[in-house]
């Protein structure tokens, strides 16, 4: 037996976020001393196809385990599977020398943890459903732990996240069969080449597990249960990436403007909802400055292929969109001092110089250079402007609309069809 020397090296803040963990575990898992049911984890039972791999953390050393009635650890290699018995409390996952340590047990490099029903479980005191797969890095010393969940139960992690759960439930199953669908396409398109299909972050969608779950969100999910939306694509139909963001100001933005790939229902259509129920500031937002050597610096750091621009000393609309009182940068042209000049897609330029898009919040604007500044004013709507915008669709569900015509409106030409 391999010296268990890796409990000696727990650290103090482990220890502390131990102490926490179990202190608090009571709270979070209270069955234990007083029974209250936990909501069921749909979907365990279904195919493979429809789970989810999301990457929870990666470069993790350690965590704190805890699940309500205890769990399964099978081993990747094929080993006989050691069960956690209810009583064994929360338990230390880590790493020691290529393997998984999880309590006094030691594994091969990934295994899967599979909790017993209601098949929930915590990280850090962070709770999620499904299976937990912990897999060590190259390096050894460190572990990706990814949550594999059924599709309906990430969902669930998902809506409240993405949009506020009070608002109402035509928007909010709208909102659902978009993120369904977002997920799949993720999945279909990088899934076999990652160990993990989508990050829980904006760079996907934000997942929050079952913090974030609530009634409203369980409900919109239930009743679009399975639906994603299709469209027209060669000689068939197939899903495709139903991009969604906060506000577009009057009018959506076709795909290829902004990301570059083309779909028939990514084009841009009128949207007279969003401004009535979007925030002022969102539809509208105020002027930003830039230090022009900064936007510069940034730009060519991030695109090495603009440094024969040497310094970028002007920065002009190139493609525009342009819709009823309002304008879209969708390429700008960057002018170098020695007079040279490349081509920037607008979203790319936006999010390299503001990368939290708070301050640039969309691509309708107007650029000047005052003195040594890039001012960015006259901006309209909140996001990208791709897909379904979502104080629009709350602006449908308002008026009455339901959620397949408010994806009908945003997606035009798509359907929604049925997996499962
Ligand atoms: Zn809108």
Known sequence: ????????????????????????????????????????????????????????????????????????????????????SESCGAVLAGVLEGG????????????????????????????????????????????????????????????GEEMPSYWESEALKAQTVVARTYCLFMKARFGSRRKWDVKRTQANQVYGGMSSESPMVWDAVRQTSGCVLVCRQGDGEKIFPTYYSSTCGGHTEDSSHVFGDSYEALRGVPCPYCEDVTRRSFFQWSTVSFAAADVSRRIIRRYPRFKSLERIVAIEPQEVSEYEGFKRNCSLRLVGVNGRSKTLRAEDLRLTVDPTGRKIKSNSYEITLRGKQFVFSGG??????????????????????????????????SSIRRVQ
């Open 380 to 413: 309209r709507g909140f996001g990208h402007a791709v897909g379904m915008c979502q104080y629009g669709a709350e602006g449908m569900a308002r008026k009455g609309k339901d959620f397949k015509t408010i994806l009908s409106h945003y997606f035009p030409g």
């Open 100 to 159: 998984i340590v999880i309590g006094e047990h030691i594994f091969g490099g990934h295994v899967r943890i599979e909790p017993d029903d209601p098949f929930v479980f915590s990280v850090n005191n962070e709770k999620y459903r499904g299976h937990l797969q912990l897999i060590v890095d190259s390096d050894g010393k460190s572990f990706d732990v990814i949550n594999s969940v059924p599709l309906e139960s990430y969902l669930a992690g998902v809506i």
């Open 1 to 84: 037996m391999k010296d268990l020397s890796f409990t000696g090296k727990i650290s103090l803040r482990t220890l502390a976020v131990l102490a926490l963990v179990l202190v608090s575990g009571l709270l979070f898992f209270p069955m234990r001393h007083k029974p209250r049911p936990i909501e069921p984890t749909p979907g365990m039972e279904t195919s493979r196809n429809l789970w989810v791999r999301v990457l929870l953390f990666d470069n993790m050393r350690e965590f704190v385990l805890s699940t309500p009635f205890g769990f399964t650890v099978w081993d990747g290699d094929g080993q006989i599977p050691v069960q956690f």
